[in-house]
């Protein structure tokens, strides 16, 4: 029972699915403990034809055949059998396909015809090969980017709250005002390169913590938060320095438990019911999450490496703790912990116009060479001799 129920928690309940003709949402079955489609319904979007032979269903999808025995969980494909986690079944008359075929099985087998987006649950069928030839978009000049890309930035803290007040800022600054002067840097610096930004505040106001990530909806690719570092008062207060980049995870060290503590504290701002570690607990137990912490995390490297090559800090590396904000984007997503306030020398930089500016620039490098990165794995996996991830 506990295991059914947990298996339920890890499921999608509906894939999209985007054709040039339309899309189409088709909700997930999971009445056998394995997520299922209603062959009926994918036939819409998909274009896809069923055969039911006694218990030999015949599917045809872009004029290719998969062979299905009802009960049997397995499919062949051009001569050879795969496995599957289920077996189709038969429910109220319709022929039920499991889930795993139409999103590993399928855009394996026909890479240049559909992708799946674990982030999204979606499948996108891409136009055939020809169409692509003709209409494959020029790079954009100054990135090299061809695809449409959104980015949200999230300043953080704001409003009532201040952030951390540090020791070492210019005298009324606090980390809400470096967040957002470099925030505000960020996305313009962005916009500048060809991309999309959201910036969650673009004032000094309060943004629940729960409510960030909401920003990073179906057109966004990644999440950026921003943040300034501060030591508790003792020996190494004033003398730890530099930048560090977070992706979410359980927290490994003391320093990244404190870190995490730090900026979760938002939540003491902030009307929301999330405190109980809702969304952490929800995204912690997601199928998708292997795929979302390696690209957080290669996110967070190329990030990490160019902030670390502009500061005057030192280079602390790439980070893991369980940040609230970070939890619930469900996209690639970091947490730039941009120096410390407590320290002279990061103080200086980061409340300096320069500094605040070096940093921008330096994230939206990070954040551009990933997003190449990305481009090029696309490409690959949907080019004639590729392979799917
Ligand atoms: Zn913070």
Not at 83 to 99: E, K, M, N, S
Not at 104 to 114: C, I, K, M, N, Q
Request: hydrophobic share 45%; glycine share 10%.
């Amino acid at each position: 029972m506990m295991v059914l129920m947990m298996l339920a928690a890890l499921l999608p309940q509906q894939v999209l699915i985007a054709t040039s003709r339309g899309q189409a949402s088709i909700p997930v079955a999971n009445e056998t403990g394995t997520a299922a489609v209603a062959a009926v319904l994918l036939a819409q979007p998909l274009g896809l034809t069923v055969s039911l032979d006694g218990a030999a269903a015949h599917v045809t999808l872009n004029n290719r055949v998969f062979d299905f025995d009802v009960g049997s969980p397995f499919f062949r494909f051009d001569g050879a059998a795969y496995p599957l986690v289920g077996a189709p079944y038969i429910a109220r008359d319709t022929l039920f396909l499991p889930l795993h075929w139409l999103a590993d099985h399928v855009p394996r087998l026909l890479p240049d015809r559909y992708r799946w987006n674990p982030w999204l649950a979606r499948l996108d069928e891409r136009p055939s090969p020809a169409a692509t030839a003709a209409a494959a978009p020029t790079p954009n000049p100054i990135t090299g980017l061809r695809l449409a890309h959104t980015i949200v930035v999230d300043p953080g803290h704001g409003g009532i709250d201040p952030g951390n007040p540090g020791l070492t800022l210019p005298r009324g600054v606090t980390e809400k005002d470096i967040t957002l002067g470099i925030g505000k840097l960020l996305g313009a610096e962005l916009v500048r390169r060809g991309l999309n930004v959201v910036l969650t505040r673009a004032t000094d106001t309060l943004i629940d913590l729960a409510s960030r990530p909401l920003f990073c909806r179906a057109d966004c690719d990644l999440f950026v938060s921003i943040h300034v570092n501060a030591m508790p008062a003792g020996r190494r207060q004033t003398q730890v320095n530099g930048v560090e980049t977070y992706f979410v995870s359980d927290a490994k060290t003391e320093d990244q438990k404190r870190v995490a503590q730090m900026e979760n504290d938002a939540l003491r701002f902030s009307n929301s019911a999330a405190a109980d570690g809702g969304p952490l607990g929800f995204i912690l137990n997601d199928l998708q999450l292997n795929e979302y912490l390696r690209e957080s995390a290669r996110l967070a490297e190329l990030v990490q490496g160019k902030v670390a090559g502009v500061h005057p800090g030192e280079d602390r590396g790439v980070q893991q703790g369980p940040f609230l904000v970070l939890a619930a984007a469900r996209r690639p997503s970091i947490l730039v912990e941009t120096g410390f306030a407590t320290n002279r020398n990061d103080g200086a930089f980061l409340g300096s116009a320069s500094g605040q500016r070096k940093i921008a620039m330096a994230i939206a490098d990070g954040i551009v060479a990933y997003l190449l990165e990305f481009e090029r794995k696309i490409a690959g996996a949907g080019g004639a001799g590729g392979h799917a991830r």
